[in-house]
């Protein structure tokens, strides 16, 4: 995943740029750079690794440093980013969001095209951004060339490039799968992935850029340079998991899309006879399960309680690290009890997604050896069936390391894969059989995923404009 923030203005805008891609952190732990242009000291560049420390203290010496009207930067959890490039176009430098599945190929294409080369990262690894400016310098101008790497990319691209001369190009990808969102002010133009982060650098007016759509930055000026296209399909597990909460989609609130997804939950276990009167407490597995947790609780009028919290002054992020061992021993280090909302107690927890379940069981095992009675789970999104192509929101090496794909193979066999939709319906024989065994591995008293119904439900848009290929594997 990842994140970018830029903005093209009269004045010195790095400082609101160091704030706006700041407030990205939550969706990367990779990379972070920041590209500037100014006319006295033309481009400047810096690109730090942020996996043992945040963007923020990273690039609080930096901005002394850098300087310019416009700038654009990025958090990566992949590839250094922003990169500059000098082409037929110009010298520009750019930064995306998203995945290419079929780089490899990509990579072939342009070589054998007469592109000299690519520099290669560990094992062999090509930079997704030095490709897509490949395929950009292919064609004859910016648009064009974007236009060509999102046509011919298997995956996603949300585009962001720093023109010589201070204006920015910015492209949504071409069915719209990550959010671009654009502001305008008086002596300034911005474009974000995340919509808040332009509210506090002052832009109060404010647009989603369509699917496919590509537009022009100069200071308080946005020119359409390409019309949206009709199709989209924006991927529904932002509002359940990565989106931060005061952001908004498509003119939905993550945060009450959250609360909103818990009082279905709610509403869904009280008609199948769930006896909520036997839980003491409700609680949401922190951080991004307590607004579904709040909506559950608000629905059923039983209390709200964090049973536990997270250690957060030092380790932030859980997923942190690119070891799993290590990831899941700091989640583990950082969840502090409040053993008298725990002991003797029965508790149901809303987390926000079950993906491998490695440290969902862990935090299980953690509340019943602090005395809990009972622990319920309740997962707001329906079961991870297939590993995301698009966004790359996790690191499964294999769709195996799917919670619900590896219990499907272990009863049924590989055979059982060929009925994945009954196994995420739960009014079905194989959707009960799979929750009581989920249930069983991982110590939960009982088990219940919120519906795909009940998630676009929450969201508020039309199905056909959400990507659901997780939970589906519709494209």
Same mark, same amino acid.
């Given at each position: ?19 706006? !891609? ?20 033309? /481009? ?10 945040? /963007? ?85 101008? &910016? ?9 011919? =990319? ?22 719209? #799968?990550?959010? !671009?969102?654009?502001? =305008?002010?008086?002596?300034? $133009?911005?474009?974000? /992935?995340? $919509? ?57 609130? !993550?945060? !009450? ?19 909520? %009167? ?47 061992? %290590? ?12 053993? %008298? ?19 969902? #069981? ?51 066999? %590989? ?14 024989? #194989?959707?009960?059989? &799979?929750?009581?065994? =989920? ?11 919120? $519906? ?24």
């Amino acid at each position: 995943m990842g994140g970018f923030f830029g903005i093209t203005s009269t004045e010195n805008c790095i400082m609101d740029v160091y704030f706006g !891609v700041d407030y990205h952190s939550h969706l990367g732990t990779r990379r972070g750079g920041l590209a500037s242009y100014d006319k006295d000291f033309g /481009f400047q560049r810096e690109i730090h690794n942020i996996e043992n420390a945040p /963007f923020r203290t990273k690039f609080e010496g930096v901005i002394d440093k850098i300087h310019g009207t416009s700038a654009i930067g990025c958090i990566s959890d992949m590839d250094p980013q922003p990169l500059l490039f000098r082409s037929i176009s110009g010298t520009y430098a750019i930064c995306f969001v998203g995945v290419i599945n079929n780089i490899s190929e990509i990579a072939d294409i342009v070589l054998k095209g007469g592109h000299g080369h690519f520099e290669a990262m560990t094992a062999g690894r090509l930079n997704q951004a030095e490709i897509i400016a490949a395929l950009i310098s292919d064609k004859d101008d &910016l648009v064009e060339g974007i236009r060509y790497a999102q046509e011919i =990319i298997d995956g996603s691209a949300s585009i962001m490039v720093l023109k010589e001369g201070g204006d920015i190009i910015v492209a949504r990808d071409k069915v719209g #799968r990550t959010p !671009v969102t654009v502001g =305008i002010s008086k002596n300034a $133009s911005a474009a974000s /992935f995340e $919509s808040f982060p332009l509210h506090k650098a002052g832009f109060e007016e404010t647009r989603d850029l369509g699917p496919g759509e590509i537009v022009e930055l100069k200071p308080g000026k946005c020119t359409q340079l390409r019309a949206p296209d009709k199709e989209m399909k924006i991927c529904a597990f932002l509002w359940s998991y990565y989106g931060y909460p005061t952001t908004t989609y498509e003119g939905v609130n !993550v945060e !009450v899309m959250r609360y909103e997804n818990g009082r279905i939950m709610a509403r869904n276990d009280a008609a199948n006879g769930f006896d909520v %009167e036997s839980v003491d407490y409700i609680g949401g597995v922190p951080d991004s399960g307590t607004p579904h947790a709040i909506g559950y609780s608000n629905e059923v009028h039983r209390p709200f309680a964090r049973a536990f919290i997270k250690y957060t002054p030092t380790w932030a992020r859980s997923f942190m690290p690119v070891s799993q061992t %290590e990831r899941n021993e700091i989640a583990k280090m950082k969840q502090i009890p409040v053993k %008298e909302l725990i002991d003797g107690k029965s508790l149901l927890f809303v987390d926000d997604s079950i993906v491998r379940g490695t440290q969902l #069981r862990e935090t299980v095992e953690f509340l019943y050896s602090n005395g809990a009675k009972a622990v319920h789970m309740r997962s707001a999104c329906p079961p991870i069936m297939y590993a995301c192509k698009y966004l790359g929101f996790s690191r499964n090496k294999s769709e195996m390391d799917l919670l619900s794909r590896r219990l499907i193979v272990k009863m049924e066999g %590989e055979q059982g894969l060929e009925h994945i939709d009954e196994y995420a319906d739960a009014s079905t024989e #194989r959707g009960r059989k &799979l929750r009581a065994a =989920i249930a069983k591995e991982m110590g939960f008293e009982t088990l219940e995923f919120q $519906s795909l119904e009940g998630v676009i439900e929450a969201i508020g848009l039309d199905k056909c404009k959400l990507c659901t290929y997780c939970w589906t594997g519709e494209e």
